[in-house]
């Protein structure tokens, strides 16, 4: 038994009265076959996750995913009190992490929220103060 797990052996002894090398081999078969549900190549998500971690960045996909239609930059502008480079550099961003698509029409240029966007959004909500 390695010293990575002792404390396993200690929690399985606790829970069931024993433990034996099987016990322990079979409960870390279990956990590692639970490690397939992380998709192989998380960086997509985790891209996602820390754009939203900006106070900036987050007050915008919340804008754009309360006003359900696409939003020219200068109706955002407005209503995030940050400078417009500030503004421009988040919406980068967000494009860059799949969480707003935009549009070029002349010299506008128009952004909404994806499906992702709304989907991870939707998940914080519902899941705010919930409890275990």
Do not use: F
Not at 4 to 25: K, M, N, V
Not at 102 to 122: F, M, Q, V
């Amino acid at each position: 038994m390695s010293s990575q797990t002792e404390r396993l052996e200690r929690l399985i002894t606790e829970e069931s009265g024993e433990c034996c090398d099987a016990d322990i081999e079979g409960r870390l078969d279990s956990l590692r076959s639970c490690q397939s549900e992380t998709p192989p190549d998380p960086d997509a998500d985790l891209t996602a996750l820390k754009t939203l971690g900006n106070e900036t960045r987050y007050s915008i996909v919340r804008l754009l995913k309360a006003a359900d239609r696409e939003l020219c930059v200068c109706e955002i502008n407005p209503t995030v009190d940050v400078s417009d480079s500030a503004i421009s550099h988040a919406l980068s961003d967000l494009h860059d992490a799949g969480l707003v698509a935009r549009r070029k029409d002349g010299t506008w240029r128009y952004y909404e929220a994806t499906d992702r966007a709304e989907a991870l959004l939707t998940a914080l909500d519902e899941t705010r103060g919930a409890e275990r």
